[in-house]
């Protein structure tokens, strides 16, 4: 008989907390196949955020180091610096990255540290209960913005993704979602060049994922892959911002 | 090595830690402690180690963190207003059990002060200015030679213990200049635990977590009393202190730092004018050399402790002394350093008042 899927190997046997039609248990599946397809878990190191994913250790098996909220890309700087040779990644949400850690984040990614983040954007804090965040959507309502997110009010959604884009240590940048089979067969695709740029050494990678939370989002884990397609998408095009190996196929 | 040279008090402590072989330096400009950061950048890449200069003390005090994490001897410097934002990095070393060196050179407070050597940073030092119930041990160098020695030890503490350890300095200690012995390091590797910890691919043995989040209370329970044992082990392990001319002093002056060098002048001082004074400097304020102030309670009638701020140590010599005699304050808060005489005044005004 043909073995079609298997729990990757350094996916720890363990069931998920995560929220029935969490974005985050797909991804932490997506990161470990290839974990184990390029055989990378004896030189990996993963820092997850404080936030939902702060337990992927209890998932990942492989080395793993607690990060205070938002210091992610400090932390696996030092890291990096002082280990080059080991493939260094941030696991961070969008309160994460984008609020809190957003110095620490722009500056690793502009200093283009060899290093790679998987930011999961839900456009929410999830583990806090659905407060906005950085990401919230004009009038997406949340327990801190229970009238919907006004730009007099609370500003803009940020959108680090792309600020990152434009600097000059950054060598892959792109956004992914998770809505359909095939949006999430491309994730670990760009997961997997994102790995492949920190490598290389070239220099800084990141992939924001858009990915649903259906308990924050009030709406049921079927709909919140609709939600996800038609309102997370339209504020947060897909598609890849920077790469620095496509330049140098075209010269 | 052993060779006596004349160096600068930043640069003693930077070069002890390069030869204690700190690898990793990450720290953040801020006076009067840049001669740290700017050494380490010019000798750093001369060793093969890593300086970087952070974009603020929070994310360098979190690269030290990462550079900890996977075995490397780490350290960042500071002065007072970065050093209250590497609390949070501070509680969780402590809380992650990883070693890391860091520097405050104290300067005036609070705010932004001045940049004039201060004493104010006591209670955030030995506190623990970060949160949760930890310690974390504070040596208070009084010379370059000391600045030079101990920066070498608080490496081999750090490592030995898996803990975060301070060097407290002032402005003052950090700019003087004096001759020294440049001593040649020798790791301790008997006494030093294996880093078994570390962080550097799960290659061939099972996968490593390093974290503080324990949600379950018991459990956060056992790791807080399992932390208190190791604080207790340090209590009994590292207080240092030095005595001067305390076995026949009625009075004895406590004073750490900077201050007990001009402490140590007015002792001098008080001594030609036939008045029998001493001096305790506790070098680790925290442990604080409880021992010492209890035996010299026994011996003296009172205690004079002088600091540069409102009185901060005073508190733990209180707590040492427990009533037995009186314990006065003099200080000089805000980036004053006084002078010999204006403290040996001092000790004649309370020799006088108290009858000694």
């Keep these: 008989m043909k073995t079609i899927y298997t729990r990757p190997k350094c996916l720890k046997p363990a069931p998920f907390h995560y929220c029935p039609g969490c974005g985050h248990s797909i991804i932490h599946r997506l990161v470990c196949e290839l974990i184990d397809e390029m055989d990378l878990q004896g030189r990996i190191i993963c820092i997850p955020p404080a936030g939902c994913a702060v337990l992927a250790y209890n998932y990942f098996d492989i080395d793993v180091c607690e990060s205070a909220h938002g210091r992610g890309c400090a932390i696996a700087t030092g890291m990096k610096r002082a280990n080059p040779e080991k493939i260094i990644f941030t696991y961070q949400g969008d309160g994460d990255m984008a609020a809190i850690g957003t110095a620490e984040t722009l500056h690793a990614a502009n200093r283009g540290e060899k290093i790679t983040s998987i930011f999961v954007n839900n456009a929410v804090y999830g583990m806090t209960g659905g407060q906005m965040a950085p990401t919230t959507m004009l009038g997406q309502k949340t327990s801190t913005s229970p009238y919907g997110r006004s730009p007099e009010v609370e500003g803009h959604p940020l959108k680090i993704t792309e600020l990152i884009g434009t600097l000059p240590g950054a060598a892959y940048v792109t956004r992914t979602s998770l809505a359909t089979p095939a949006k999430i067969m491309a994730t670990k695709k760009a997961i997997k060049k994102a790995l492949e740029v920190q490598m290389a050494g070239l220099g800084y990678s990141l992939v924001e994922v858009l990915s649903p939370c259906p308990t924050n989002w009030k709406v049921s884990p079927k709909d919140s892959f609709i939600y996800l397609e038609e309102k997370m998408e339209k504020e947060y095009p897909i598609g890849v911002m920077k790469d620095i190996t496509a330049k140098k196929k075209d010269s | ?356």
């Design chain 2, 1 to 356: 090595m052993n060779n006596k040279v004349l160096m600068k008090g930043t640069d003693a402590l930077a070069e002890a830690a390069i030869q204690a072989g700190c690898r990793c330096y990450f720290g953040y400009p801020i006076t009067p402690q840049n001669e740290i950061p700017e050494y380490m950048s010019r000798r750093m890449p001369e060793v093969g180690g890593v300086f970087l200069q952070g974009e603020s003390e929070i994310a360098s005090i979190n690269m030290v963190l990462g550079a900890a994490a996977t075995g490397a001897r780490a350290m960042t410097s500071s002065s007072s207003p970065g050093i209250s934002l590497k609390q949070e990095g501070l509680s969780f070393l402590a809380a992650l059990e990883l070693p890391a060196v860091i520097v405050n050179i104290n300067r005036g407070g609070p705010g932004l002060g001045n940049i004039a050597p201060s004493q104010g940073d006591y209670y955030q030092a030995t506190r623990g200015g970060g949160h949760g119930d930890y310690r974390m041990p504070v040596y208070a160098p009084a010379s370059v030679q000391e600045l030079y020695d101990i920066t070498m030890l608080t490496f081999d503490v750090a490592d030995g213990y898996r803990t975060p350890v301070m060097i407290l300095g002032d402005g003052m200690m950090g700019q003087i200049v004096e001759p020294i012995i440049v001593r040649e390091y020798n790791k301790p590797e008997d006494e030093l635990p294996p880093k078994d910890y570390i962080l550097d691919g799960a290659e061939g043995r099972p996968s490593r977590i390093i974290k503080s989040l324990v949600l379950d209370v018991r459990e956060m329970e056992e790791h807080n009393w399992k932390l208190k044992r190791k604080y207790d082990l340090m209590k009994q392990e590292l207080p240092q202190w030095e005595e001067f001319m305390t076995d026949d002093a009625k009075m004895t002056i406590i004073a750490y730092g900077t201050a007990a060098r001009i402490a140590k002048g007015a002792v001098k001082r008080a001594r030609s004018e036939g008045l029998k004074v001493g001096l305790l400097r506790p070098i680790t304020l925290w442990p604080f050399p409880d021992e010492a102030v209890i035996n010299i309670s026994k011996k003296s009638k009172i205690f004079l402790v002088f600091e540069m701020s409102t009185g901060q140590m005073i508190d733990d010599v209180r707590l040492a002394v427990q009533g037995k005699i009186p314990c006065e304050f003099y200080g000089r808060p805000g980036g004053i350093v006084p002078a010999p005489q204006e403290i040996a005044r001092i000790i004649e005004r309370y020799w006088l008042q108290k009858e000694l």
